[in-house]
């Protein structure tokens, strides 16, 4: 458990870094292991196919068609218009929210781990074993089960039904403590930290200066991890938040699509989610490839 | 105060230090170390500064609300016959604890995830392994692509994914009960007995590339000089996946047991999606859901706070009990 990290930052594609290896499979077997590749690759890709396929059809299309293919309409652009107008456009304002507990919640987030993450790697105090495996046990916390009593005291200080109910717990991640400190243990000399103590610099800015950015790519590991656990963490807003305009975007579209029974609007719901999905689709592939060229620049260092 | 102390460097580091306080005849080892001592000082109070704001948001967010969980767990609310008059809060001692233990709701909810669990983990974590040494193996085509293709529910947030599924469940919209008719096999996605099984399909589709890359990023840091020494003893490759990376990748295969095991205990996300669609899904169907409903569809916070309290003990309990029987295995 202790090595994986490290593993993961020094890994390197063997089909492309290493020497070209003897190719050994026999054809048969080459066509059959990408012909299995592909069809599981289906039961992963259909679904995503399907909700964009959907969120081009009119709501008589989505019952009437092939699922798998357009309908007679384009209604994408008429689609897109329903959810945005949809109650006064909230959706939009469930966006932003989305945007600001995400955002705000991991950059913080990721600097308070890297912090931490570094004291405990590099500063051997006392205790610091013990700190360290509370924070660790902490990783074992499922969310829901921390939520009922985060709403419990929240509810008794009064921060329940706002943006900090939402917005402290998110700012907190034991994991990425973990993954800093394991990554400042390989990846900070401690030659580079001496000297520059010598050169005179405080340790708060050999921390900013030096540190954070040696830790860059492990860093961004732990933004995009916080980034989609605090997009995925449903039970928290739905306990704190009574009000909808606090909503981020997952809980808005539980709420439409709960009502679903009484309210047929159907390609809203089904459009709403192809919206909230694809810029974390993008994100994630766009930061993937950062996250990887930091990846194989942090290896040539360790 | 060990291995930095002792590092070479350290005397230049002790320079800035004034030495204005001994004489000429003394000698130098005991100011060394009293300034060593004001420089270790001083770098505990800077691991102090940077651990700060992480610590007081933590204690914030996990050690007093799972302190003020408990406490509310021993607690209950007392009505008075009539209802008239203010409620008063009484101690309560373990009682909450025996009400969530001998709740049948709770233990049947219990059992069903555990169920839930026993199948869904297995078939997840197995589906991973494979892609993973699929991925890994010399016989894989456009290993970018698959990557990446199976990666990529990860990155639909849980809640979103059920409603995705939802509609592939839905009678009149799905595409899958066309497919299924016309193949002669009506399957009812949403009733009792198949419930549970849709369920864990939406979890497997969520989480299998995530752990699919876990155990792959494990494989990749193996030596590859392993594979092909056993390569010249004329191993095939299934024997080399099946006796030498399968071993190799244990760790990661207990990591992602682990979080497995603590993602089926908190099932909450996909029933409560899937529940407005099908009476086959009670308001009580998970723990988490049970614990939910008892505080905002009762009220009865005490109650809810015990079943949170126990299901984080038997959360700890499975994943310590996991880890264990892991690493006993391996030795």
């Not at chain 2, 004001?38 to 007081?56: M, Q």
């Amino acid at each position: 458990m202790s090595t994986q990290p490290t593993a993961r930052h020094r890994r390197s594609d063997p089909g492309r870094a290493a020497p070209p290896a003897r190719r050994r499979g026999t054809s048969a077997a080459r066509l059959s292991t990408t012909v299995l590749l592909f069809a599981i690759a289906g039961y992963f890709l259909l679904p995503i196919w399907w909700l964009i396929v959907s969120a081009t059809k009119s709501n008589g299309d989505l019952f009437g068609s092939n699922g798998f293919w357009f309908g007679s309409h384009f209604h994408l652009a008429d689609n897109l218009t329903k959810v945005f107008r949809h109650s006064d456009g909230i959706f939009g304002r469930w966006l932003l929210n989305s945007l600001l507990y995400c955002g705000a919640g991991a950059l913080v987030a990721t600097l308070f781990a890297a912090m931490a993450g570094y004291a405990l790697a590099k500063y051997p105090f006392k205790g610091r074993e013990g700190v360290f495996a509370v924070i660790l046990g902490a990783v074992l916390i499922p969310p829901p089960l921390l939520a009922l009593p985060l709403y419990l005291l929240a509810s008794s200080t009064g921060l329940v039904n706002t943006y900090w109910s939402v917005l402290i717990p998110s700012a907190v991640t034991p994991f990425g403590v973990y993954l800093a400190r394991v990554y400042a243990e390989a990846s900070v000399p401690d030659e580079l930290t001496d000297a520059a103590r010598v050169d005179g610099a405080g340790e708060l800015r050999i921390f900013f200066t030096i540190a954070l950015r040696l830790m860059s790519p492990a860093l961004v590991t732990i933004c995009l991890f916080q980034f989609v656990g605090i997009w995925n963490n449903f039970f928290l807003p739905l306990m704190m938040l009574a009000d909808d305009s606090r909503w981020p975007l997952t809980l808005g579209l539980y709420f439409w699509n709960s009502q679903l029974r009484d309210q047929p609007w159907y390609d809203i719901v089904v459009t709403g989610s192809l919206v909230s999905v694809v810029p974390l689709c993008i994100a994630f592939l766009a930061l993937q490839r950062f996250w990887r060229s930091g990846l194989s620049a942090g290896s040539l260092k360790s | 105060m060990t291995r930095d102390a002792d590092s070479p460097t350290l005397p230049a580091a002790d320079r800035p230090a004034p030495s204005g306080d001994h004489g000429p005849g003394r000698e130098r080892r005991p100011s060394r170390s009293r300034s060593g001592s004001r420089l270790a000082a001083r770098r505990n109070r800077s691991a102090a500064v940077l651990l700060a704001p992480f610590g007081v948001l933590f204690l914030a967010v996990f050690v007093i609300p799972i302190g003020y969980a408990v406490h509310q767990s021993l607690f209950r609310v007392e009505r008075s016959g009539l209802g008239f008059g203010a409620p008063r809060t009484v101690f309560a001692g373990l009682d909450n604890y025996t009400r969530v233990l001998t709740d049948s709701t709770f233990l049947k909810g219990v059992g069903r995830v555990l169920l839930f669990g026993l199948v869904q983990v297995p078939v997840m974590l197995g589906l991973a392994l494979l892609l993973a040494l699929l991925l890994d193996s010399r016989v894989a085509r456009f290993k970018r692509f698959f990557r990446v293709a199976y990666f990529l529910p990860f990155a639909i947030p849980g809640v979103i994914a059920a409603v995705l599924w939802a509609f592939l469940y839905m009678p009149g919209i799905s595409p899958l009960n066309d497919i299924g008719r016309s193949i002669g096999a009506d399957v009812d996605f949403l009733s009792h007995d198949v419930i549970l099984f849709s369920i864990g399909n939406i979890v497997t589709w969520s989480w299998t590339g995530y752990n699919m890359l876990i155990i792959y990023t494990s494989l990749q840091s193996v030596p590859k000089e392993l594979y092909e020494a056993a390569e010249l003893d004329g191993c095939s490759g299934f024997r080399i996946a099946w006796h030498i990376k399968v071993p190799l990748v244990r760790p990661a295969l207990t990591l992602t047991g682990v979080f497995s095991i603590i993602g089926t205990l908190q099932l909450f996300g996909e029933p409560m999606v899937l529940r407005p669609m099908t009476a086959a899904i009670s308001s009580n169907y998970t723990p988490v859901m049970l614990s939910y409903q008892a505080a905002f569809g009762l009220n009865d916070y005490n109650f809810a706070a015990a079943v949170a309290v126990v299901l984080a003990l038997a959360t700890f309990v499975l994943s310590y009990g996991f880890l264990r029987l892991s690493t006993q295995g391996s030795r």
